[in-house]
T-cell receptor
Framework: GAGVSQSPRYKVAKRGQDVALRCDPI?????LFWYQQALGQGPEFLTY????????KSGLPSDRFFAERPEGSVSTLKIQRTQQEDSAVYLC?????????????FGEGSRLTVL | GESVGLHLPTLSVQEGDNSIINCAYS??????FIWYKQESGKGPQFIID?????DKRQGQRVTVLLNKTVKHLSLQIAATQPGDSAVYFC??????????FGTGTRLQVFP
């Protein structure tokens, strides 16, 4: 497809379960970002990749959150031992160049609900 | 679709009128600003950006104004249409790899 694709669109997990969220960025895009969006809030930065290198993970809320982009294209955000406060929409974005300057193309997000 | 936010500030305008959405940003060192539009159940969509060395930038039906003195950003939408109904976010960047998003404003367009 032409845009950023995320899966699953919806995920319901029981507290304590592990989840994995996938992002397929636009082909050839160098930069990939993960954001977390709570209901009624703006997106909050989680982590940033330039190609396969994770250059910034300062926004990851705890060591239960882990992201990877091993081949510089598809990325996975993994959350271990999910908690209710992890419930949010997780947005992936990609851009053609490095950094957050210029147009970021966002996916539709993965909505995680932790029961 | 699902709501992006339930208790956001809301601007209601009549179709055909002009809309002005305001944003106060937090960091005086920010040098790049962007407006995003987010429809229900979708990811944010880039509208327009502006660098700190500019005061005004125009796009198609949209204008962004930047006032660095009071750290204020506004988005003007001309001849607002029903398709403009969405939540609008301003975002700032301080020469880093992360955008800092504001809390958003819901724009409702009624006939």
């Amino acid at each position: 497809g032409a845009g950023v694709s995320q899966s699953p669109r919806y995920k319901v997990a029981k507290r304590g379960q592990d989840v994995a969220l996938r992002c397929d960025p636009i082909s050839g895009h160098v930069s990939l970002f993960w954001y977390q969006q709570a209901l009624g809030q703006g997106p909050e930065f989680l982590t940033y990749f330039q190609n396969e290198a994770q250059l910034d993970k300062s926004g990851l809320p705890s060591d239960r959150f882990f992201a990877e982009r091993p081949e510089g294209s598809v990325s996975t955000l993994k959350i271990q031992r999910t908690q209710q406060e992890d419930s949010a929409v997780y947005l992936c974005a990609s851009s053609e160049s490095g950094g957050a300057v210029g147009e970021l193309f966002f996916g539709e997000g993965s909505r995680l609900t932790v029961l | 679709g699902e709501s992006v936010g339930l208790h956001l500030p809301t601007l209601s305008v009549q179709e055909g009128d002009n809309s002005i959405i305001n944003c106060a940003y937090s960091n005086s060192a920010s040098d790049y600003f962007i407006w995003y539009k987010q429809e229900s159940g979708k990811g944010p969509q880039f509208i327009i950006d502006i660098r700190s060395n500019m005061d005004k930038r125009q796009g198609q039906r949209v204008t962004v104004l930047l006032n660095k003195t009071v750290k204020h950003l506004s988005l003007q939408i001309a001849a607002t249409q029903p398709g403009d109904s969405a939540v609008y976010f301003c975002a700032e960047n301080t020469d880093t790899d992360k955008l800092i998003f504001g809390t958003g404003t819901r724009l409702q367009v009624f006939p």
